[in-house]
């Protein structure tokens, strides 16, 4: 399966502040995903990356609060805009080599906000 | 949409036990469910998965069963080792032609030396 790199790893950050995180694959990719993962909870995909286009969004996230970039089959970012305490989750990207393939994660980004 | 539910949220076995986690679904168009493992510190990474033309699945020491009538899984952990202990999570795929997975509440799972 294709190896995924996310960075960074973790931060703490200061409320009000953004941070982008990055999602690079070692191959050509379908599809990627953003997903979060709440202290003890499981994961609710934020949005799907789509290339070239603009991120297709789930009900409860918008693209003003977590823009989303997707400029070729390998690489993506996500970023968690205006930042407040409840931002602090783990964000994991994950990718399909298509529509009908598993999807893989990354080991993801730990967020905390001060 | 789709609803995912997994139970236990929490299993505490002894090394060489069997572990059985369950999840039930609410779509029937659902045909694809994978099974993943979250060690502490990193991302779920996918352990089995089973499609729905196929009623189990078995690799080593770990096995899927897919009921389609009663759309309910399960995972299924033989000879059980302390290297088991993790969070598992099962999920489901509305469409198999766009892979947006619905993830139920994942299981705690303890395996005791």
């Known amino acids: 399966s294709a190896v995924i790199s996310q960075k960074p790893s973790r931060d703490i950050c200061q409320r009000g502040t953004s941070l982008t995180i990055q999602c690079q694959v070692d191959?050509?990719?379908?599809?990627m995903f953003w997903y979060r993962q709440q202290p003890g909870q499981s994961l609710t995909l934020i949005a799907t990356a789509n290339q070239g286009s603009e991120a297709t969004y789930e009900s409860g996230f918008v693209i003003d609060k977590f823009p989303i970039s997707r400029p070729n089959l390998t690489f993506s970012t996500l970023t968690v805009s205006n930042m407040s305490p409840e931002d602090s989750s783990i964000y994991l990207c994950?990718?399909?080599?298509?529509?009908?393939?598993?999807?893989?994660f990354g080991d993801g980004t730990r967020l905390s906000i001060l | 949409g789709e609803n995912v539910e997994q139970h236990p949220s929490t299993l505490s076995v002894q090394e060489g036990d069997s572990a059985v986690i369950k999840c039930t679904y609410s779509d029937s168009a659902s045909n694809y469910f994978p099974w993943y493992k979250q060690e502490l510190g990193k991302g779920p990474q996918l352990i089995i998965d089973i499609r729905s033309n196929v009623g189990e699945k078995k690799d080593q020491r770990i096995a899927v069963t897919l009921n389609k009538t009663a759309k309910h899984f399960s995972l299924h952990i033989t000879e059980t080792q302390p290297e088991d202990s993790a969070v598992y999570f099962c999920?489901?795929?509305?469409?198999?032609?766009?892979?947006?997975?619905?993830f139920g509440k994942g299981t705690m799972l303890l395996v005791s030396p």
């Open positions: 994950s990718v399909a080599g298509s529509g009908d393939q598993p999807q893989h």
């Open positions: 999920a489901a795929i509305l469409n198999s032609g766009y892979s947006t997975l619905t």
């Open positions: 191959s050509q990719v379908t599809m």
